[in-house]
């Protein structure tokens, strides 16, 4: 994103020089699939477009945002935290500083511009962007002060997750906030979403990550998320284990037929899912991009046929994919009902097989989609400028 644009823009906006400048990148999830909420493993990375804040400390208890991308401003008291249903984006931030304080951080408030290039609402976790550059820009707001905060990365993440499920009202798991703080260029995270342990693995040379936005509206997704949650939830109470974590994949194949048939088929996909990702980390790592991408493939048919959280759009996405050559493996990512799909390409036939979908895809489904070639990026950071 261009710095100096936005300083000159704060500049306009406030009448000073910005002095600091936080950011934190959107995510793409490689494989592993509603896995988090069940203590499973996640393989995301951070991708290169972020939500960035560029701002200056205040001395009270005032926030001031403008947000280009909305053409707003928002403004709000420390002492006051409330929703505001007017701009909605200032949700995010509200719900951050909320966290924080009732966590026992001492704030200071700033203003501050703030732009993205994340899609919004598509499924690449501009949400966790935006609430991980917050926890940024508090940070690089009370540098050098007494109550400097420092929060190490992915206690962040839970706080960012705690902003989302409890003051925006979104009940999602660990993943997106978590690869938005501690990302790495040129790696996947493996995270264990229930001890919080993680584990850089770095990308395979030579290949493209191809994310495709369906443009499907996801109307459904905030419903059937939670629907699938308690469908999980139920699976493990009848299995007798405190999550589907702690069910291995033998055992799970032994008793599932006591599980009422969709619960039963939710338990799979998580079980099967989460082993996935362990045994694509272990593909990696012996640098098989081959079986990695066969893994993707059966995640996105576990999603589809299992979980049934894919959709037409997704399925053509990876079924056109699929045919083409130097693709490894294609899924759906993110919740699902729409959002996006992601495809491992060689790099070669990276800008073949988007040609190829800019025009194949239209005609299977009536729509345009986006299409973004991805680079695995660092994770939420500040500086000063
Ligand atoms: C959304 C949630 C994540 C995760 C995925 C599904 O992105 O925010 O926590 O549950 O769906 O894997």
Redesign the pocket.
Known sequence: MDTTKLATRFKSQFGTDPVFIARAPGRV?LI??????NDGF?LPIAIDRDIALVGQPRDDRTVRVYSTDFDQHSEFSLDHLEHDQQHEWSNYLRGVADVLQKAGHTLRGFDAVMKGNVPIAS?L?SS?ATEMATIMAFTAASHNTPSSLQIDGARAAQLAQRAENQFVG?N?????QFISSLGRAQHALMIDCRSLGYELVPMPAGITVLVVDTTAPRTLAGSA?NQRRAECEEGARRLGVPSLRDIAVADFERRKGDLPEVIARRCAHVVHESQRVLDAVAALKRDDVATFGNLMYQSHESLRDLYEVSSKELDAVVDIARGQPGVHGARMT???FGGCAVALVQDQFADALARRMAAEYPRRTGRTPNIYACVASDGASWRAV
């Open positions: 999830n592993g699939e509603h896995t988090d909420y996640v499924g976790s966790a979104v999602c798991g660990i993943m997106d998320y993110g919740a699902g």
